[in-house]
């Protein structure tokens, strides 16, 4: 949707910016899920719990989000600078070492 209703995809600073983005929010709506699954994996609050009480467990449901903002900045981060390295340096020096095939 970014590509075709913006012009971010053509700078490198827009690539960025909508990778980054896109990463943030699906961490953001990951992260809960992945919080009660490892408390499940710990066996906390016991072995066998369900999910009410390890929602209760970790303080209700602002604590499903518990190191969630260094987490989701972390991950966008890396996101969206790996898109920078692979359509700013690695993409142009493979065409221009020959190593991709060109289409008309």
Known sequence: ??????????????QFCVVTGACAFSYALAWPLETIKN???AGL???GAGFAER????????????GAAAGIVCGALRN????VAMNGLANPLVTRLGLR???N
């Open 1 to 14: 949707m970014a590509r075709r209703k913006t012009s971010l995809f053509d700078s490198l600073f827009g």
């Open 39 to 41: 408390c499940a994996q």
């Open 45 to 47: 609050p016991r072995p």
């Open 80 to 83: 969206g600078c790996a898109m």
């Open 55 to 66: 929602l209760a467990y970790l303080g209700g449901p602002l604590g499903l989000y518990r």
């Open 101 to 103: 095939d060109q289409k």
